[in-house]
Each structure stands twice: as C-alpha cells, then as structure tokens.
Nanobody, 126 residues
C-alpha cells in the first residue's frame, strides 16, 4: 500500500516562502507520476504542480508558474514543493499524490487512480 506523508506547511506572511515535503513509502518512486494539489473549503481540489519522477518532466498551474518549483529526491522517495512569493490566495490544504497507472500511460500528473497523503495546511497572511 502506498503511503504518502506531507510536511512543511504553516503560517507565513505574503511574499514569504515555504517548502513542502512528501515522503513516500512502499513504492519505487521512479515508476510514478507525482503531484501536488490544493484545496480550500467549498472548492474543488486543484492541481498545483506535477512531475514524472522517471524523466523529470514537470508542469505547473498558471497561478503558480514562476513562484513554485517541484523537485524530487528519488533516493529518499521524497517530492518537494518550494513555494516562493506566496500570496494569500495560495492559502489551502496541500496534498501530494502518486499514481502508478498514470505513469504507465505516459501521464505526468496523477489521476483517478492516485494515492493521496493526508494534507498539510498552508496559510498566507496579507
């Protein structure tokens, strides 16, 4: 069973930075599509950034391009999300996801067959 554990969330002022981590166990990281998603109450979960840990292909939501950077440490089975120039609208619960099936179909982002972490709260004050 895939286990994903996020950490690194917290309270930060606008313009500040945070780095989220997601440690994965029981999987071969290289085989998975990995992604960060976020959700605020009353809204649907949205994709933030994804990476194919096998070849490093990454993608970003338009709202975070140039501010967020996704990376992996395959030796540690950990994916990171470096978040700079944070804005109040970045406030959300951030989740990481891993998807073997998506990767097998050549997808960069996790899909319906993804496993999810428990989430970590990020709050950006104005």
């Amino acid at each position: 069973e895939v286990q994903l554990v996020e950490s690194g969330g917290g309270l930060v002022q606008a313009g500040g930075s945070l780095r989220l981590s997601c440690a994965a166990s029981a999987i071969n990281f290289d085989d998975y599509a990995i992604g960060w998603f976020r959700q605020v109450p009353g809204k649907e979960r949205e994709g933030v950034s994804c990476i194919s840990s096998g070849d490093g292909t990454s993608s970003y939501a338009d709202s975070v391009k140039g501010r967020f950077t996704i990376s992996t440490d395959n030796a540690k089975n950990t994916v990171y999300l470096q978040m700079d120039s944070l804005k109040p609208e970045d406030t959300a619960v951030y989740y990481c996801a891993a998807d073997l099936i998506a990767a097998q179909f050549g997808e960069t982002c996790p899909g319906k067959s993804a496993s999810w972490g428990q989430g970590t709260q990020v709050t950006v004050s104005s």
